[in-house]
T-cell receptor
Framework: GENVEQHPSTLSVQEGDSAVIKCTYSDSASNYFPWYKQELGKRPQLIID?????GEKKDQRIAVTLNKTAKHFSLHITETQPEDSAVYFC????????????FGKGTSLLVTP | DTGVSQDPRHKITKRGQNVTFRCDPISEHNRLYWYRQTLGQGPEFLTYFQNEAQLEKSRLLSDRFSAERPKGSFSTLEIQRTEQGDSAMYLCASSLASGDEQYFGPGTRLTVT
């Protein structure tokens, strides 16, 4: 089955700095890669996603890049703010598994003022 | 409320008891997914439905677990003869169609004593 590795497990940055979280996946058939943000005690919420026919996608301060050959994708957050502090999960999925999400173990991001 | 809802939000049960959780997806969402999340980990896929049809089950879903979506709307997840290892947050998610964004519910936190 699909195996998703996520690094780092914790990340601390100062407000205004950039944060980068990296994920690798094992199943070359995976073609949909969402990123979820989960605040303490809350439900996971999608912040950005990318499909395998695209190499990069950006939404304001958040961007995701995908390298299909290397089977890795990354989340980039620029100009971080304290409200960005949360646990971030990457996931990989594919059509013939019904797009069931295989999640990484998460990255706990702390943005200090 | 137009989001995914789950009931109950918390459940404490004794080992060996049966429990049932309910998920109400967003209206008109055809896909419904169940995940389990333990502390410090990413959600793990359990099973999913396309309308009323259960299309895939994870190997995590032992014989003690059963899920239904009888009319293609709400879904139930039942755990029989609960064990302490079943203690986790059970998350439900729905999507309009295959490959679309999955919206998560608030989860049901199960504690088995």
């Amino acid at each position: 089955g699909e195996n998703v590795e996520q690094h780092p497990s914790t990340l601390s940055v100062q407000e205004g700095d950039s944060a980068v979280i990296k994920c690798t996946y094992s199943d070359s058939a995976s073609n949909y890669f969402p990123w979820y943000k989960q605040e303490l005690g809350k439900r996971p919420q999608l912040i950005i996603d990318i499909r395998s026919n695209v190499g990069e996608k950006k939404d304001q301060r958040i961007a995701v890049t995908l390298n299909k050959t290397a089977k890795h994708f990354s989340l980039h957050i620029t100009e971080t703010q304290p409200e960005d502090s949360a646990v971030y999960f990457c996931a990989a999925s594919k059509a013939n598994s019904g797009y069931a999400l295989n999640f990484g173990k998460g990255t706990s991001l702390l943005v200090t003022p | 409320d137009t989001g995914v809802s789950q009931d109950p939000r918390h459940k404490i049960t004794k080992r060996g008891q049966n429990v049932t959780f309910r998920c109400d997806p967003i209206s008109e969402h055809n896909r419904l997914y169940w995940y389990r999340q333990t502390l410090g980990q990413g959600p793990e896929f359990l099973t999913y439905f396309q309308n009323e049809a259960q299309l895939e089950k994870s190997r995590l879903l032992s014989d003690r677990f059963s899920a239904e979506r009888p009319k293609g709307s709400f879904s139930t997840l039942e755990i029989q003869r609960t064990e302490q290892g079943d203690s986790a947050m059970y998350l439900c998610a729905s999507s309009l169609a295959s490959g679309d964004e999955q919206y998560f519910g608030p989860g049901t936190r199960l504690t088995v004593t």
